[in-house]
């Protein structure tokens, strides 16, 4: 027996772990050296890009789009036979970690995620991404990532740990 009923999100934790989701998404757009700007431009000096700056300053659907991979977090998580309980009702069973293998199906579980949405809203592969023509050169298999972008899937699925840490919340393995 696990212990403890599985938790489930209220809306202020999607708010919290899609902050935290963005947060490590920017610090990674961060390391190349994007900046703000209203227009994305990769080829710019410095790159830029319209997401690059606080989570609260973000519109609707930059918000947007930070909670729904929020929200897939608890089911991801159940796919891989986990489930969040609050850290008082562990008995101690809390997995601290998950390893490697899992996060890297969960990043790649979250690049599919963001793959379909760009596809079901019009945007096609291209070799250099153009918000203008609808076109983006990520939009391919997670192995064919360029490794900061693999590291971009990363650090959202890593967010989910910072907000269970946060939250007083751990894992534990499905019985």
Not at 98 to 109: F, H, R
Request: contains cysteine; negative net charge.
């Amino acid at each position: 027996m696990t212990g403890g009923d599985s938790y489930h999100l209220l809306p202020s934790d999607v708010e919290a772990l899609a902050a935290i989701k963005h947060d490590n998404w920017w610090a990674v757009k961060k390391a190349p050296g994007y900046v703000y700007a209203e227009k994305r431009d990769d080829n710019a000096t410095p790159k830029t890009h319209p997401l690059c700056r606080p989570y609260g300053e973000l519109d609707d659907a930059g918000k947007e789009g930070n909670r729904f991979p929020a929200r897939l977090a608890v089911l991801r998580l159940e796919s891989l036979g986990y489930k969040i309980i609050r850290a008082d009702q562990a008995v101690g069973n809390a997995v601290n970690q998950i390893d490697e293998e899992e996060i890297k199906k969960m990043a790649q579980s979250e690049h599919r995620r963001w793959m379909r949405e760009k596809l079901v809203n019009g945007w096609a592969y291209g070799a250099t991404t153009s918000d203008h023509f609808l076109l983006h050169c990520d939009i391919c298999k997670f192995s064919e990532l360029k490794e900061p972008e693999k590291q971009l899937d990363h650090e959202i699925i890593k967010s989910i740990f910072e907000f269970l840490d946060e939250r007083g919340l751990v894992l534990v393995k499905s019985s």
